[in-house]
């Protein structure tokens, strides 16, 4: 959902319940003390870091505490309602939300199957690919968010019901994850089972667990075989440091996979494979042609569709946010020593080389490091958004903000590999992550205040937990992968199913 949706939600789920009574304590806080020290720590930083302040950036700094106060709503009333509601009211209110969020993302599924023909998409390779290995993009379930929010819901989904031994529902969670192609998710979620195998499980619900994982199986070999290859060459990628340049002779254009190829060379792809399928088809008929003349009694054979002719690769077209973003790198490429370099090279993924920069840029700038740049400065959905590129949603022109630390570093990352044929737009080369951002915006004591006063609030009642624990450890996953806190989503339903545990964990003491 766009994010002025949520802020009217919020606005009417408070003209209906208008309470304002946090509970904010330095002991027994009702809500966790992160909020509150997080806001306290960007306007420091406003006040404290040398340099100008400007009418753009002040804007920066507003937008960005009023996201951490928009989270403080969400929170208390997800806070209220679980306080205010019998515990099986919301059990079956989540039961109907998975439900019904199935319903949408299998109808998308079903609409797909009969646009395509084809009764396993995932395999379909028409239309240019446009589904094939794509295709879990397409399925974004109720909130008509991203598909990867669709994925990390529904891994609460599988851990929430598995807790209470509901397997209809935990399978039906676990096929909608597998659905939507999210490798990261699904790795994160593997690591949680593990735990909840080893440590928090009877007989039944490790039986289920296997079950869950078999899916996983079935889906990475028979259904979605290519995104096998894709995570695991993903993986190599991001554990093998890869050389320094590759010869652009040293593979032959047409065998080499599109997400390493620019657009000319792609368009000389294109090109290849088409002259080649071209001339394959000549050559069947004119066997054909030899064959009728030696044996009229034969029936001709139908020539079919080439699987290597070029309706059956990819297609790559440039958006108008990728043209936005090469007239960026055009414009600066002096400032952008990433993106505007042409020559093909094979990197490390863009996550490892976001870290990279941002030890390099704290180690030069050790008070940084303490307190960070500043909000919008460094690392956030925010700093995307008011540089004006429409990279996370739009921003007024005239009061576009871009840091040169953020220019010269992670989004010099993002338009390096965005900018690029949708081979390279995958999370493993998106700089995005809620600890860097905490890291680097507001430094050490961000990320002390995150793992004492909000993970630790939920942590302090460890032994009242019993879905608790790996939904903290797929959480803990998924914010190396974007800047969850600034999306009012997944970490909303965190927080309510975590309030629920604690409430029935206490009941049950």
């Known amino acids: 959902m766009k994010l002025v949706v949520k802020l009217a939600a919020i606005i009417l789920i408070y003209i209906l319940q208008a309470d304002f009574k946090f509970g904010f304590r330095l002991r027994n806080s009702r809500l966790p003390l992160f909020y509150l020290f997080i806001i306290g720590i960007g306007i420091l930083d406003y006040f404290i870091i040398p340099g100008a302040k400007s009418l753009s950036y002040s804007i920066v700094v507003i937008a960005g505490i009023g996201f951490w106060l928009l989270s403080i709503l969400a929170i208390h009333q997800v806070k209220l309602s679980v306080d205010l509601h019998n515990p099986q009211v919301i059990h079956q209110t989540i039961s109907v939300f998975f439900i019904l969020n199935a319903i949408f993302s299998l109808g998308t599924l079903l609409a797909i199957i009969v646009k395509t023909g084809a009764i396993n998409p995932y395999l379909y390779q028409g239309e240019y690919q446009l589904y094939f290995i794509g295709t879990g993009d397409y399925i974004r379930g109720i909130s008509f968010d991203t598909s990867t929010t669709n994925a990390v819901l529904n891994a609460f989904g599988v851990i929430y019901f598995l807790s209470y031994k509901k397997a209809l529902m935990s399978f039906l969670c676990m096929i909608v994850l597998l659905l939507t192609g999210s490798n990261i998710t699904n790795l994160v979620l593997s690591a949680a089972l593990l735990f909840v ?36 060459n993903t993986l190599r990628n991001f554990f093998n440091e890869p050389s320094k340049q590759v010869s652009a002779n040293a593979i032959a254009i047409e065998d080499r996979a599109d997400s390493t190829l620019t657009l000319e060379e792609r368009k000389q792809k294109f090109a290849t494979l088409y002259l080649d399928s071209i001339s394959a088809i000549n050559q069947k008929q004119l066997t054909l042609i030899s064959n009728l003349t030696e044996r009229s009694a034969l029936k001709p054979a139908i020539p079919t569709d080439d699987i290597n002719g070029p309706k059956f690769q990819h297609k790559s077209f440039t958006t108008p946010v990728e043209e936005n973003m090469h007239q960026f790198i055009n414009a600066h490429s002096g400032l952008l020593p990433m993106s505007s370099d042409t020559a093909y090279y094979t990197r490390p993924p863009g996550k490892i080389t976001a870290w990279r920069q941002t030890y390099n840029y704290l180690s030069k700038n050790p008070m940084k490091a303490i307190v960070g740049c500043g909000i919008g ?133």
């Open 197 to 232: 195998f080893i440590f928090q499980s009877d007989r039944d619900q490790k039986s289920l667990i296997l079950l869950c994982m078999f899916f996983f199986v079935i889906f990475m070999a028979k259904i979605s075989p290519q995104n096998n290859r894709y995570l695991a």
């Open 377 to 509: 400065n460094f690392s956030s959905k925010l700093a995307f958004k008011s540089s004006g590129l429409k990279i996370a949603g739009s921003w007024p022109s005239k009061y576009k903000y871009i840091n040169n630390a953020f220019l010269q570093n992670h989004l010099d990352i993002y338009l390096y590999y965005f900018s690029k044929t949708d081979g390279y737009h995958s999370a493993i080369n998106n700089p995005a992550s809620v600890y860097d951002q905490l890291i680097t915006e507001y430094g050490m004591a961000g990320l002390a205040v995150y793992l004492i006063f909000y993970i630790g609030f939920f942590l302090k009642n460890f032994l009242y937990h019993s879905f608790g624990i790996p939904l903290i450890i797929v959480v803990s996953g998924i914010l190396f992968f974007d800047f969850w806190f600034e999306q009012l989503s997944i970490i909303i339903f965190f927080e309510l199913l975590m309030f629920l545990n604690l409430k029935e964990r206490k009941a049950a003491k």
